[in-house]
Structure formats: structure tokens, C-alpha cells
């Protein structure tokens, strides 16, 4: 009898084991952790005006510019710009939207959700409407816990109108840490297959180029971006 209490015991706790195993091997799912639009100067006006870290909808989420190309010199105009004006993709419709075309350096955003740190593993995506131009690629970027901020090898082609695209930070194939002075490639950076992803204390974009001009002559624009995965408290 003792033998038989013993063999259901052990059954038992083997059960629970592979069922916690199971658990743990399971997908976590990503649901939405923030949205960000940008908060255009005039709503429903064409204008634009230099891009400012306060220029944002979502009370929840801190934008911080990075890189000698991001802000505006006093007696011209050039950095970034938060333009409003019609969608061209979308005749009638009215928009605000981050625009690169008068940078005279290297330039990048970046977004930092107020209350969480970012778990990207797995299943996490990001979600965004823009619109590169020309030559420019536009990049996402991520910045882990230590400050180290890295470009992914993932771009955005150029496209004469805007696009809703998706990507999983989980399938970029390598990783090059970024200055945050110059917003370029970190010099004598090595590549990096595989970064923590668990937790990301910011993401953001960047073309690494200057601006080239109005109309389609080489710009970036980004209209909204949506950060998908799971929050992990500060």
C-alpha cells in the first residue's frame, strides 16, 4: 500500500511539473502597450512647426530627440519638423507628422513609455504609418536598460505614399549600437545577433541621413507609431 501512495505521489508531482513546464514554454501573448500620433501645431490648418519633445498625445509617453540634425537653428528652417496638413493617401483627411526634409545632420526620435519598460520578446511587434522618400530608409532603434541604444538592420523602403507596416523586433537579424551625439553608427561597433529584448526602456526611428529637400527629393515622415508585447513595471 505504502508503495502504490508512493508511485500516485510522484505521478502527481511529474504531472505538475509538465504542466508548469508547459505553461512556461507557452507564447506569451502582446497586447498594446502605448499608441503615439503626435500633436500637430494647428489641427485642421496646414503649417508646421520645429518638433518639440512635448509634442505628443499620449500623456503617458516622453519623446526625446537625439543627434545634431533633430533641432531647429533660430534663423532658418531646418531639424524636425511637426508638420499638419492633408493626407495624400487619404484626399480630405487631416494629419500631423513627424518630417525630415530640412535636417542638416543625423537625426532620431525617440519614445519612452512613463510607467514600463518593454518586454519586445516573442510575439511583440511595433505598427507604424510613414512615408521615406528617395534614398532614405527609415529604422527602428531600441534602448536597453544600461543606455545602450541599438539600430536594428530592418528598413522601411521609399514609398511615394503613406503605408501601414508591422514588424517583429523578435526577427531582426542583427543589432549596431548608435551614438546618441551624432545618431549614426557607433565607430568600431560590432554587429550583435542577439540583444535583450525583455526589457527595452525606449524605442524610436531614425533614417541616419540628413534631409534632402522638400516633395519627394529624400525625407522621412512618420504619422503614428504603435509599440505591441508586454509591460514590465519600473
Keep these: ?63 526625446t530627440l537625439l543627434g545634431p540634425g533633430a533641432l531647429a537653428k533660430p534663423d532658418h528652417e531646418s531639424g524636425l519638423l511637426m508638420n499638419q496638413g492633408d493626407d495624400e493617401a487619404k484626399p480630405g483627411t487631416n494629419m500631423s507628422f513627424i518630417w525630415s526634409g530640412v535636417t542638416e545632420g543625423n537625426w532620431a526620435v525617440m519614445l519612452k513609455d512613463k510607467n514600463n519598460l518593454l518586454d519586445l520578446t516573442g510575439s511583440a511587434k511595433i505598427r507604424w504609418r510613414q512615408r521615406p522618400r528617395s534614398f532614405h530608409i527609415l529604422r527602428p532603434l531600441v534602448k536597453l536598460t544600461d543606455g545602450t541604444i541599438y539600430i536594428g538592420d530592418y528598413g522601411e523602403p521609399g514609398s511615394t505614399y503613406w503605408r501601414e507596416t508591422e514588424f517583429y523586433p523578435s526577427d531582426i537579424p542583427r543589432w549596431r549600437q548608435m551614438n546618441p551625439e551624432t545618431a549614426d553608427m557607433m565607430r568600431n561597433a560590432n554587429w550583435k545577433k542577439e540583444i535583450d529584448l525583455s526589457r527595452v526602456d525606449e524605442i524610436g526611428f531614425t533614417d541616419l541621413s540628413r534631409g534632402a529637400g522638400h516633395g519627394a527629393e529624400g525625407n522621412s515622415a512618420v504619422d503614428w507609431v504603435e509599440v505591441y508585447g508586454r509591460p514590465v513595471k519600473r
Design 1 to 63: 500500500m505504502r508503495t502504490r501512495i508512493l508511485v500516485f505521489l510522484s505521478l502527481c508531482v511529474l504531472l505538475l511539473s509538465l504542466n508548469t513546464l508547459a505553461q512556461e514554454q507557452r507564447p506569451k501573448s502582446s497586447a498594446l502597450i502605448f499608441r503615439e500620433t503626435f500633436k500637430g501645431p494647428t489641427p485642421g490648418r496646414a503649417n508646421s512647426t520645429a518638433l518639440k519633445p512635448t509634442d505628443t498625445d499620449n500623456t503617458n509617453v516622453v519623446m
